[in-house]
Nanobody, 115 residues
């Protein structure tokens, strides 16, 4: 059974930091690209950061230089380190695993940036 379980969300003040984790099971983790998406109220889901199975990374312009994605294949976990958080970063953050036409999604974790 495939599972992606996110954790680490919460309430943080502007300028603060959070690290999200996504623990994966039920599929060959190291051969999948791992991605973080987010969806704010009333907006479409958007790609935040991506990491290929080979370790190449990419991130949205809005978070470049503030967010970093990294993975630990032995622990089957992908992380999103988020620094200098702003109110516009408030969203539900989703972990995604992708290989060819196969996509798996986590249930999401809420990140709220507010003073």
């Amino acid at each position: 059974q495939v599972q992606l379980v996110e954790s680490g969300g919460g309430l943080v003040q502007p300028g603060g930091s959070l690290t999200l984790s996504c623990a994966a099971s039920g599929f060959p983790f190291s051969s999948y690209a791992m991605n973080w998406y987010r969806q704010a109220p009333g907006k479409q889901r958007e790609l935040v950061a991506a990491m290929s199975s080979g370790g190449a990374t990419n991130s949205a312009d809005s978070v470049r230089g503030r967010f970093a994605i990294y993975r630990d294949n032995l622990k089957r976990t992908v992380f999103l380190q988020m620094n200098s958080l702003q109110p516009e970063d408030t969203a539900v953050y989703y972990c995604n695993a992708r290989k060819l036409n196969t996509n798996y999604w986590g249930q999401g974790t809420q990140v709220t940036v507010s003073s």
